[in-house]
T-cell receptor, first 116, second 112 residues
Framework: KAGVTQTPRYLIKTRGQQVTLSCSPISGHRSVSWYQQTPGQGLQFLFEYFSETQRNKGNFPGRFSGRQFSNSRSEMNVSTLELGDSALYLC???????????????FGPGTRLTVT | GEDVEQSLFLSVREGDSSVINCTYTDSSSTYLYWYKQEPGAGLQLLTYIFSNMDMKQDQRLTVLLNKKDKHLSLRIADTQTGDSAIYFCAERGSGNTGKLIFGQGTTLQVKP
């Protein structure tokens, strides 16, 4: 079974631009969560989508948004990029259902975003 | 509030056991996880433990949970140089959520 895939793997943008990152979950997984990883703040939760609805949201400004499609693929968008948005953006998918394995969260390799 | 703390660095000799510790504050945590991150890579799920368990063993990995003290540990037996990485513990709260709260990560250095 293929793992979580994220595209693109690397991205360089300029301040003020916007960016869209994509995440394809493991087949059959219905929940997708997004995290930002930086050296200073560590891993921080952005949001979670389940059945095309945002189920949870972290403490990030409104410039960060996301969505989920009917096939469970998810995108996140960052508008008006700032230098501080440079980070590794990770998405994770989980099954959601019955049994303990439904709580396993599997991460993709991440998208490295550099804002100049 | 939700907070997870880990020591930042651990150095061991190849063949020794490694013990990485973690404390958390959310008493309603349902699942606690250990992830491994190698340079330039995403997070690899190593193991997890449900909050009503005290111990879980999976090959070279042993997870111990002291719910009273909100203390979690990961023991790696017969540590190898390939185990060198950053290890994160994470907690998942109760309710309908996939949100994980991560510690800051422990860098494990394995010396040959």
């Amino acid at each position: 079974k293929a793992g979580v895939t994220q595209t693109p793997r690397y991205l360089i943008k300029t301040r003020g631009q916007q960016v869209t990152l994509s995440c394809s979950p493991i087949s059959g997984h219905r929940s997708v969560s997004w995290y930002q990883q930086t050296p200073g703040q560590g891993l921080q939760f952005l949001f979670e989508y389940f059945s095309e609805t945002q189920r949870n949201k972290g403490n990030f400004p409104g410039r960060f948004s996301g969505r989920q499609f009917s096939n469970s693929r998810s995108e996140m968008n960052v508008s008006t990029l700032e230098l501080g948005d440079s980070a590794l953006y990770l998405c994770a998918s989980s099954l959601v259902g019955r049994g303990p394995t439904s709580y396993e969260q599997y991460f993709g390799p991440g998208t490295r975003l550099t804002v100049t | 509030g939700e907070d997870v703390e880990q020591s930042l660095f651990l150095s061991v000799r190849e063949g020794d056991s490694s013990v990485i510790n973690c404390t958390y504050t959310d008493s309603s945590s349902t699942y606690l996880y250990w992830y491994k991150q190698e340079p330039g890579a995403g997070l690899q799920l190593l193991t997890y433990i449900f909050s009503n368990m005290d111990m879980k063993q999976d090959q070279r990995l042993t997870v111990l949970l002291n719910k009273k003290d909100k203390h979690l540990s990961l023991r790696i037996a017969d540590t190898q140089t390939g185990d060198s990485a950053i290890y994160f513990c994470a907690e998942r709260g109760s309710g309908n959520t996939g949100k994980l709260i991560f510690g800051q990560g422990t860098t494990l250095q394995v010396k040959p």
